[in-house]
């Protein structure tokens, strides 16, 4: 009985989460995607400078919330790899092992963000498929994901780390907790 209780909660708290986010439209429309931190070269990007850029595409694309829901399929989405402007901006780190204390969060115009490791997008085959897109089935996209955003094609959830209206990467470097 108290894991039936138990699951009506975890149901309910994802079907509710689920309709709050899949009804959330109140990001707006970036003019510019930054990349900033611990970078050698702070980037302010238009999307005129990421259609210049040579672009990759991810097709069949399933989106899968956090829950596991599936919120439908992408057929083909148009931008560029985050790992292709990460190298773009230069990492700056003092020491060769720093780079795996690098975090890069991706933020959006909502206030909605997302993380990744150096690890993640460098030490993986799968971080070239962490990519910043700007065109769905071809066709550039609405204010309904904003100008630029961001999505981890591999996830298993790749619902969970999308990230519409995308604005900001800031790259960090990541501090050990003294205790």
């Known amino acids: 009985m108290?894991?039936?209780v138990l699951r009506l909660v975890f149901i309910g708290?994802?079907?509710?989460?689920?309709a709050a986010f899949a009804s959330d439209t109140s990001g707006k429309m970036s003019t510019e995607l930054s990349i900033t931190?611990?970078?050698v070269h702070p980037l302010t990007l238009t999307l005129a400078d990421l259609k210049k850029m040579s672009s990759e595409e991810v097709r069949d694309l399933p989106l899968i919330c956090q829950s596991g829901a599936n919120k439908g399929h992408i057929n083909k989405l148009t931008g560029i790899p985050l790992k292709t402007l990460l190298i773009r901006a230069g990492l700056l780190v003092?020491?060769?092992k720093d780079f795996r204390k690098l975090a890069f969060i991706a933020y959006a115009t909502d206030n909605y963000w997302v993380t990744y490791s150096w690890g993640e997008i460098f030490n993986r085959a799968d971080g070239n498929k962490v990519l910043v897109y700007f065109?769905?089935?071809g066709k550039p996209l609405d204010q309904s994901e904003g100008q630029f955003a961001l999505i981890s094609s591999m996830d298993t959830h790749t619902g969970a780390?999308?990230?519409k209206w995308l604005r900001k990467i800031e790259v960090r470097m990541l501090q050990p907790k003294t205790e």
Do not use: I, Y
């Not at 708290?13 to 689920?18: I, P, V």
């Open 161 to 163: 780390r999308q990230v």
């Open 13 to 18: 708290f994802t079907l509710l989460t689920s």
């Open 135 to 137: 065109a769905k089935d």
């Open 94 to 96: 003092k020491h060769p």
């Open 37 to 39: 931190g611990s970078v």
């Open 2 to 4: 108290k894991q039936l």
